[in-house]
């Protein structure tokens, strides 16, 4: 970048940031002004390299010209359409795009506005699945302790990350929690850990105490992504398939973070081999650009639905003012171009090597406690200080200051370059976190 694009701050009283310390931002803040493939420059001009895709949304990297010309055609062609009762040609198109790369028999998708959204809109689509057949009592839920599905009341009451729930009690659906799967014998194991697959008998103990026969679905992030990069043991996601196909429980897939190659195939249910009947995705749906999400389903739990409502009242009550919008439409479009014309998700399968390469060799760091990784994503778990949190923020923040972004949860950072990385840049980043980790602090 030639020039610093704006020296002095803006005015910071009124935006109240998510997910932030406020307080300390304004002390410290940390500004992103412009960006540009794998690179940030803050607000003076510094440049930041991004480890982390944003937030695991721009998989393309920063600034694409044709998402951005796609995005301006559409404007100025259709900039909005509700779609109760109407649609835009776009979203049709989108949609089928998108079925072109989900798991065989996932093919009829609804739109929403965020990650969120998607994990609400799942939701209540499993609900509505069984009521349609005539099996209403099944309301219960099954998720994971340090699972994370979003912020809204659905995904809050899915959450096992503790302090996403805790300030929020009295919310809504019934959830029964399993273990998260990382145990100490997993410490530093690459892939798919050989352990833990005892895991999910807690499903079929889980059944055992309710009734296989109460429980709508079970929500699984194929990857634990928001904790830490928390891989699944081998035989762990199948086992659970089998459970749920034994009980007639849905399996769905949160795959917010892992979607759109971060695991290497376009999806997790693809890489493992295990297909869930109910998808969620978001982040790299429009490379980030546009805020968006998709949920696929198999195409019978649609028919049923559809097929068991009655007159003209919709099928299903549900939906966003920003379903489907059609700008959204036009950004996932050329996303989904870009991936496919660069080969972009065969490159970061042929990258992951290097990247874990990378990533194990930061063992010995004063400051590394345990990694964990999987094709483009990788968690680095710091060793504990007295206050859970403290040591990922000091960490993230110095980081920072060295030139490197990364996302950090309680002690863990995430390490998910995007899928355009190149090889020179993905070392700059492992030598900054190789430097600032290897400090005792
Ligand atoms: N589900 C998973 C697995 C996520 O990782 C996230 C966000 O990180 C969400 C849902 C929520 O997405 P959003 O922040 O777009 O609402």
Request: net charge negative; proline share 5%.
């Amino acid at each position: 970048m030639d020039q610093p694009l704006q020296s002095t701050l803006p005015v910071m009283d009124h935006h109240w940031l998510p997910f932030t310390n406020n307080r300390l931002f304004r002390q410290e803040p940390q500004v992103f002004a412009k960006a540009e493939g794998v690179r940030y420059w803050t607000h003076d001009g510094r440049e930041v390299l991004d480890g982390s895709s944003g937030l695991f949304c721009c998989a393309a990297g920063h600034g694409r010209p044709e998402i951005a010309d796609a995005v301006h055609r559409q404007l100025m062609t259709l900039d909005y359409t509700p779609h109760f009762q109407r649609a835009a040609p776009i979203s049709f198109e989108f949609a089928t795009a998108l079925a072109g790369l989900l798991p065989a028999g996932l093919d009829r998708v609804f739109f929403g506005g965020s990650g969120s959204e998607a994990v609400d809109t799942a939701l209540k689509l499993c609900l509505a699945y069984h009521r349609s057949r005539g099996e209403g009592q099944r309301s219960r839920f099954v998720s994971r302790q340090w699972a994370y599905h979003g912020v809204n009341l659905g995904g809050t009451s899915l959450a096992g990350m503790v302090a996403n729930r805790r300030d929020f009690s009295g919310v809504t659906c019934a959830v029964s929690h399993m273990r998260h799967t990382w145990s100490e014998e997993q410490r530093y194991s690459r892939g798919q850990p050989e352990t833990g697959l005892d895991k999910a008998e807690d499903l079929e103990e889980i059944c055992r105490t309710y009734g296989g026969d109460t429980i709508a679905a079970v929500f699984v992030e194929p990857v634990a992504g928001s904790i830490g990069t928390i891989v699944p043991p081998k035989g762990y996601l199948e086992r659970l398939r089998a459970i749920c196909d034994a009980h007639g429980i849905l399996l769905v897939f949160d795959e917010v973070i892992t979607g759109f190659g971060r695991l290497g195939a376009p999806f997790a249910g693809q890489e493992f081999g295990v297909t869930p009947d109910v998808m969620t995705m978001a982040k790299a749906l429009t490379n980030g650009t546009i805020p968006m999400s998709a949920v696929a389903c198999k195409t019978g739990i649609q028919q049923t639905i559809i097929e068991a409502a009655r007159g003209d009242r919709p099928e299903f009550f549900h939906g966003y003012t920003y379903s489907a919008h059609p700008v959204a439409c036009a950004a996932g479009l050329a996303a989904l171009s870009i991936y496919r014309d660069e080969g972009l998700f065969e490159r970061g399968q042929a990258m992951s090597d290097r990247f874990l390469d990378g990533v194990f060799g930061l063992r010995n760091l004063a400051q590394v406690a345990d990694l964990r990784g999987y094709g483009m994503m990788a968690g680095i778990q710091l060793r504990p200080g007295a206050v859970p949190g403290e040591k990922g923020s000091r960490a993230q923040r110095a980081l920072f200051d060295a030139g490197l972004h990364v996302k950090a949860t309680g002690d863990a950072l995430i390490f998910a370059p995007a899928l355009v990385v190149e090889e020179a840049d993905l070392d700059r980043m492992l030598e900054v976190l190789q430097k600032v980790l290897g400090r005792a602090d």
